[in-house]
Nanobody, 127 residues
Framework: QVTLVESGGGLVQAGGSLRVSCAAS????????MGWFRQAPGKDREFVGGISGSGTSIVYADSVKGRFTISRDNAKNTMYLQMNSLKSEDTAVYFC????????????????????WGQGTQVTVSS
């Protein structure tokens, strides 16, 4: 069982930066591949990016590649999403999710494989 809590969302101007965090409960954080998702009003949930349990492999959606950076600190049971050069279209509720993975180098990109979800944090980018 993993409990995920996001924090760090807020209001930022276009072109600005924001970092959101995802704190996980439990002692086996490194055994979970982690992912960031977002959902804008009226739209489907979108995969933003994912990171392997070891942190050595990372995948980004094309829409955020070069602007967003995912990292994790397994000693602190925390994953981060650093968002730079924010655009109005980045406005959404951002969710973190965990997927139990036997391969610590594997990134999970398939949404149904994520078992645990946080409650989300709102990120609003004003133009």
């Amino acid at each position: 069982q993993v409990t995920l809590v996001e924090s760090g969302g807020g209001l930022v101007q276009a072109g600005g930066s924001l970092r959101v965090s995802c704190a996980a409960s439990g002692r086996t954080f490194s055994s979970y591949a982690m992912g960031w998702f977002r959902q804008a009003p009226g739209k489907d949930r979108e995969f933003v990016g994912g990171i392997s349990g070891s942190g050595t492999s990372i995948v980004y959606a094309d829409s955020v590649k070069g602007r967003f950076t995912i990292s994790r600190d397994n000693a602190k049971n925390t994953m981060y999403l650093q968002m730079n050069s924010l655009k109005s279209e980045d406005t959404a509720v951002y969710f973190c999710a965990a997927s139990s993975s036997p391969d610590s180098s594997m990134v999970v990109v398939t949404t149904p494989l994520y078992t645990y979800w946080g409650q989300g944090t709102q990120v609003t980018v004003s133009s």
